[in-house]
């Protein structure tokens, strides 16, 4: 784990000295007026979803600075609350709802935790509209279940289930295409034990299962941290399936893992790598290693025209790698928030602002969200059949596939956003 330890003391350090938690952001040139807070859990200091969660927070920085720079909301300056979370433990979690309870916040803005019910039933007690991107259907069942109690809380993108169920499709449509000619029918599932990367197993499971045009031949279990890939790999190589999904989650695990693989693949197989990639660490990581390989999210950046002027903004603000994800999701919460905020007129009325959230989507960076549903998530694109999914692109949230083209991240799917096509792996022959 000495990589994982050196990439998140980096993350920590590039928070800035003057971050101390909890703190409250200082504005530039605000205008006057009772601030407007916005609470930020932010892990600072845990083993994991550091990256995620400074993306998230410049997303929120940068949102910020625009709005203030442009008058404020309702005469009155943004500032944001920040506190550290441990994404893994329901105690941090519900500790640092409460913390933003405590501050008075009027919204709460948040990546992602995995213990999401102890943090929905926390911010139940206060009320305020609690805004993240989970992507978790356990979160959001728990709302369809109970959408009086949990009405305040909005998932902003498609839950993880469409992560499943949309894997076979993508393998349908490169082999369709002709970029992809499959060695063998067998999919290799390589699963971590967190409920979350439990979920996506399932599903894509049995969505490939109920297509039948490929078949799970293996399902190998792995624990979080993985200190040496060479057991999995030399399973892979045992089982020799002509697709690979490697269901984990940490980006600093996930470059070692493309190290090693490059240095001994199983020939010919196309090797997705669930999520992780997106964090600006992999690529810094994983080097030249990393090219050939494909990876996808359901929340991220598009590179359309409004995508790429958002991205070129953020990397004047914040040079260096930028993560494709959490950066636009926290961009654009901040900036929906402002429209509930005038539109109401008074954002310390948290039914208002919720119900006006609810009632009028909002196209950000990162595509469109309509929350208006039992799930109170954004609906999936493309349409997988399976809720709640979007016939049209603009409609819902694209889940983007990408392969590592020369170092960069490129779009290869759906056909709708993407920007270049599947390309042959350095592996295969």
Known sequence: MAKLELTRRSVVTGIGTAVAMPWISRAGAAPKGEPI?????????????VADDLDHLNGTTLAMEEINAAGGILGRPLKLFVTDVDKLSPESCQQAIAACADAKVHAISNAFVFAPIPAMDESAKYGCPYLQGNTQRAATEAFKSNSKKYSHVFQTDPSEVHYGHTYPLWLEHEEKRGVWKPKNRKVHIVQEQVAYCQTISKAAQEAIKKRGKFEVAAVTDIQFPVQDWSPVIQKLKEVDAGAIMIDHWVAAEYAAFCKQFAADPVKNSLVYLQYGPSQPEFLELAGASANGFCWSTVLGVYADERGKGFRKKYQARFPGTMGLVYTGNGYDIAHWLKLAWEAVGKPEDFKAVCDWIRLHPYRGVCGYMDLNNDYQEA????????????????KGMSQLYVQVQSGQHKIVFPNEISESQLQPAPWWT
């Open 37 to 49: 807070l916005l609470g930020v859990p932010t892990s600072q200091t845990a083993a994991a979803g």
């Open 379 to 394: 609906a999936h694109f493309p349409d997988d059949g399976n809720p709640i999914s979007a016939l049209e692109l603009e």
